[in-house]
């Protein structure tokens, strides 16, 4: 048996090789961690501090799990999840319901399909900002459109805006308006790839429309509705900028989520330790559900 | 060479240029003008909460004496007067500052009294325009991160003890007992009573500008149609608001209960009723009798009268301002400062006639006593200008502030439509004779009262305004909603050292 002797040369080439993928992905890895990994690292390290406006040159203390216990007894917070979830809920169950009904509608043969497709794109290339705005002015009360031809065909106006019951409603509105089209895109993306065989036979079989989507299409379609039920979900939680321009969380609370609760306390009351920790609880549900999601979609492709 | 060494090679060249450009650019010696102002040494005092002023704890305890309701006045719109600027003798130019200003009136009159200011001095002031939902926000987070983006703003009363205590804002004495830099016609007694606003442990932190005050505003034709009187008591107010009442053509009165509004319309009331927020001791008193009373009063002008508009809860100053403009409310109370729009026939054609405005001021409402004399209390707002700590040019922007808030530049402040709180500036009797509802602001002036400025008069404020939108809303009854808000403050009193 003879033992090589590396000499310099190759063991410099040895190691130029093992740190090469090193320099290739260290920028774009630098990067990372100064705009993601730093201010999320640094934030959940806050959540376990008192960080106030008053306070911090004296010092940051150390308060443990305070933050978050205060956050879980402080009835603002528990609102401001509940209304989050019941945004969630109903917002994305409606963008699934009529998003689907408009994958449908696109994936027949009609005429002047194209056109269709592109019409209802046109939300989606609006920015969240314009999209607040113009729905502010479409809810006036007196000025808006809406409550014109409300009162044009005989109904009471709604003030959609400042009663505590109605505005959760209009701000949902918003959201499904904002992004029902895009689900409809992906649907109408999962609709186009399925298999025609499975329906052939269906329909050889007997089966109506509505056994062929129940049976078929929709078990066929379940990893693409998870896709947008996981991206929906994502988007719906972190939703700040609408609500905002709409209502700001008002009336009465009525439509404040957990994102503007806390920038309320992050930006207007300046106390970071208790809002980077109610902005953890609100990641830790995410990703509670987006690694449920995750499974499920796991599972199905076993 | 070989195409792998030729790709590695580049990839070592993309890799140094992308570290050489996170290197801090080096700022070229020669283009430097002047070297940046030492920045003063934080404020030791500032480690204890600031001392509230006196003025505004107890209403109550400072009441002042009834006056003589003052009949409502018809006043032309003043025209914007092209600045009058004194020559000065030549003096070393100092650096160009950013000054910070929220949008609206007092942005556009600051453009045109800091181009006098540079016209007079050749000294630059660059003024950068902040939205108003933004501009508490975007200053705070300036100040306190030690930005160094303004070098002067315009800030509110109630914002300095907080920015103070993190050592975020300058303190104004170094300069002002610096012979070298302050005026020595400097005299702090002009300022009197605003400058009481931004004095903490000795220390000024702004000079006055912008004291305003809320009047009654009424239409007249309306009023004279059905033989009513200007309401002098919130009875009569609620009777004249009834009797005007014609919806959805007209309502009889409108408030401004918006989320991140409602306090600074509902002082009004507040204040007005004879309540208060805190008392002479720090005790929160807003969920007293007399506070709950002008909050069933506010709340019962939408929930049980129905005598304003039914989304009240989404209006805020500018909602209340195009109601008056558009002539959808007969009455309402609205910031002194709109004077010149409500009552200019180019800006609110609606509520002229024949060329006339139809919109009138005048005293706000009182309670009257069992002896007949009315008093009345009304709400204000105190804005002034300082420095932040992080200014790369305070004293340049020192001599600015000063000069605009001196006799000179409060004039021209005065005559392009803005409320100078430099008394010689406001008293002047040509700038009277030009802007006549200084008369009347005189005479409100002594009954103003102000959110008490504290470390947390931020939270306290938004704590209120829930209170007030719940109220209003009927999510919850004004007891219940003041003495949750009483609740919320007190604790944030105490942990704030009050």
Known sequence: MTVKTLTPHHRWRRFSRQIEPALYIGPAFLALIVILIYPLGYSFWLSFHEWTLRGFKKGVPFVGLQNYLDLFSNPDFVNSLRITFTFVIAAIAIELVIGMGLALLLNHDLKGKGFMRSLILLPMMCTNVVIGLTFRLLYNYDLGLINYYLSQLGFARVEWLSNPSVAMPAVIIVDVWNTTSFVALLLLAGLQSLPDEPFEAAMIDGANSWQSFTYLTLPLLRQTILVVLLWRLIDTFRIFDVIYLLTAGGPARATETVSIYVYRYGFQSFNLGFASAAAYIMIFIMLGVAVLLARIMGRIEE | ?498
């Not at chain 2, 909460?49 to 107890?58: D, E, I, V, Y």
């Not at chain 2, 949008?103 to 009294?113: F, T, Y």
């Not at chain 2, 007399?290 to 002008?301: H, M, Q």
């Not at chain 2, 020192?398 to 808030?405: G, M």
Request: with cysteine; proline share 9%; charged share 20%.
């Open chain 2, 1 to 498: 060479m070989k195409s792998t060494q030729l790709f590695k090679l580049l990839s070592l060249v993309l890799v140094i240029t992308m570290l050489a450009a996170c290197q801090p650019t080096v700022a070229n010696p020669i283009a430097t003008q002047a070297p940046a102002l030492p920045v003063a040494p934080a404020n030791p005092i500032a480690t204890e909460p600031p001392s509230l002023p006196a003025a505004p704890a107890n209403p109550i305890a400072t009441e002042p004496p009834a006056l003589p309701a003052a009949p409502a006045v018809t006043l032309p719109p003043v025209a914007p007067v092209a600045p009058a600027v004194t020559e000065a003798p030549a003096a070393a130019k100092l650096p160009s500052i950013v000054v910070a200003c929220w949008s609206g009136p007092e942005h556009d009159n600051l453009v045109k009294v800091a181009a006098a200011y540079t016209e007079k001095t050749g000294n630059e002031v660059i003024v950068e325009e902040i939205a108003r939902e933004a501009y508490y926000d975007k200053l705070t987070t300036t100040f306190v991160g030690g930005g160094t983006d303004y070098d002067a703003a315009y800030i509110m009363s109630d914002w300095p003890p907080a920015w103070v205590e993190a050592e975020a804002l300058h303190g104004l004495n170094e300069y002002i007992n610096d012979p070298k830099v302050a005026d020595p016609n400097l005299n702090m007694a002009v300022f009197e009573p605003a400058i009481s606003f931004f004095k903490f442990n000795g220390d000024y932190y702004a000079f006055p500008s912008e004291g305003d005050t809320a009047w009654l505003w009424t239409r007249t034709d309306l009023m004279e149609a059905k033989g009513l009187k200007v309401p002098e008591t919130w009875d009569e107010y609620l009777a004249v608001a009834k009797a005007l009442n014609n919806p959805p053509e007209i309502y009889g009165t409108v408030i401004g209960a918006k989320p991140d509004e409602a306090l600074w319309d509902f002082m009004y009331y507040l204040f007005g009723f004879g309540g208060s927020i805190l008392d002479e001791n720090n005790k929160v008193v807003i969920n007293d009798e007399k506070g709950v009373a002008a909050l069933t009063f506010y709340a019962d002008l939408l929930q049980k009268e129905k005598v304003v508009p039914p989304d009240v809860v989404t209006y805020g100053y500018n909602e209340v301002m195009t109601n008056l403009q558009e002539g959808k409310v007969a009455m309402g109370m609205q910031w002194m400062a709109a004077t010149q729009t409500l009552q200019d026939c180019a800006q609110s054609p609606k509520v002229c006639k024949d060329g006339k405005p139809l919109l009138q001021y005048s005293m706000p409402p009182g309670v009257k006593a069992a002896d007949g004399t009315i008093t009345r209390k009304t709400g204000g707002s105190q804005w002034g200008w300082g420095i932040p700590t992080g200014a790369k040019n305070p004293e340049a922007a020192y001599k600015f502030i000063e000069w605009l808030t001196s006799k000179e530049g409060a004039t021209l402040w005065a005559l392009n439509g803005g409320i100078p709180s430099n008394q010689e500036a406001l008293q002047d009797p040509a700038v009277v004779a030009k802007i006549p509802q200084f008369e009347l602001l005189g005479q409100v002036m002594p009954f103003r009262y102000i959110v008490p400025p504290t470390t947390v008069t931020s939270d306290m404020v938004t704590t209120i305004n829930e209170a007030v939108v719940a109220a209003v809303t009927g999510t919850k009854t004004p007891q219940q909603a003041l003495d949750d808000a009483a609740a919320k403050i007190t604790e944030m009193l105490t942990k704030a050292g009050y």
